[in-house]
């Protein structure tokens, strides 16, 4: 069962346009949620994260929307670049839990950026 | 400040064969993972580690054991390859108190 959802394999965005990346969850438990960027042949590098009691984080060109009642949260980047061009990650974590046992990460959004 | 770093970048083994795929932070982090990545899959979490000396099992361990003998290193060591553990791993850490993993560059693992 996956508790981390991100259901857009891929998305294309213009240039200078809004990209915004979705992603669900399902355990109630998760309260604290990341984004990752990942280029090819290389490691994840962490972009943004928003805690449970927050609705909204922004850092430059990033902002992440969360919406506990519905599970729910999305990244927006505006405006989107060509470098913006990656696989995004949602990952998500039970701090109240510890956080022993790691992230849980969605199968990744895959952003292109066209020119 | 070389962060997480992981050895070999890329290997191939033939089934049946061992190694250990290797991982050091030199951030002082208490929690260190290994994650898989297949095509489609996203990331899933082999095994991790709270502190020295400790470990357990995250959602895909079978196949895999682990060792974390000093706070910076963090070994993963497959026993008998097999071509289902042909993947890209990457071994990540993190602080006691701070949320965000650090990544490694990974390494890509063909087993034939």
């Known amino acids: 069962d996956q508790q981390v959802k991100q259901n857009s394999p891929s998305l294309s965005v213009q240039e200078g346009r809004i990209s915004i990346l979705n992603c669900d969850y399902t355990?109630?438990?998760?309260?604290?949620f990341l984004w990752y960027k990942k280029y090819p042949a290389e490691g994840p590098t962490f972009l943004i994260s928003?805690?449970?009691?927050?609705d909204k984080n922004e850092d430059g060109r990033f902002t992440v929307f969360l919406n506990k009642s519905a599970k729910h949260l999305s990244l927006h980047i505006v405006p989107s670049q060509p470098g913006d061009s990656a696989v995004y990650f949602c990952?998500?974590?039970?701090?109240?839990?510890?956080?022993?046992?790691?992230?849980?990460f969605g199968k990744g959004t895959h952003l292109i950026i066209q020119p | 400040n070389a962060g997480v770093t992981q050895t070999p970048k890329f290997q191939v083994l033939k089934t049946g064969q061992s190694m250990t795929l290797q991982c050091a932070q030199d951030?002082?982090?208490?929690?260190m993972s290994w994650y898989r990545q297949d095509p489609g899959m996203g990331l899933r979490l082999i095994h991790y580690?709270?502190?020295?000396?400790?470990?357990d099992q995250g959602e895909v361990p079978n196949g895999y054991n682990v060792s974390r003998s000093t706070t910076e290193d963090f070994p993963l060591r497959l026993l008998s390859a097999a071509p289902s553990q042909t993947s890209v791993y990457f071994c990540?850490?993190?602080?006691?108190?701070?949320?965000?993993?650090?990544f490694g560059q990974g390494t890509r693992l063909t087993v034939v």
């Open positions: 951030m002082n982090h208490e929690y």
């Open positions: 990540a850490s993190k602080g006691s108190v701070n949320t965000e993993a650090f």
């Open positions: 990952a998500a974590f039970s701090y109240s839990g510890g956080g022993a046992d790691g992230l849980t």
């Open positions: 928003i805690s449970s009691i927050k």
């Open positions: 355990n109630s438990m998760f309260d604290y």
């Open positions: 580690s709270v502190g020295a000396g400790i470990t």
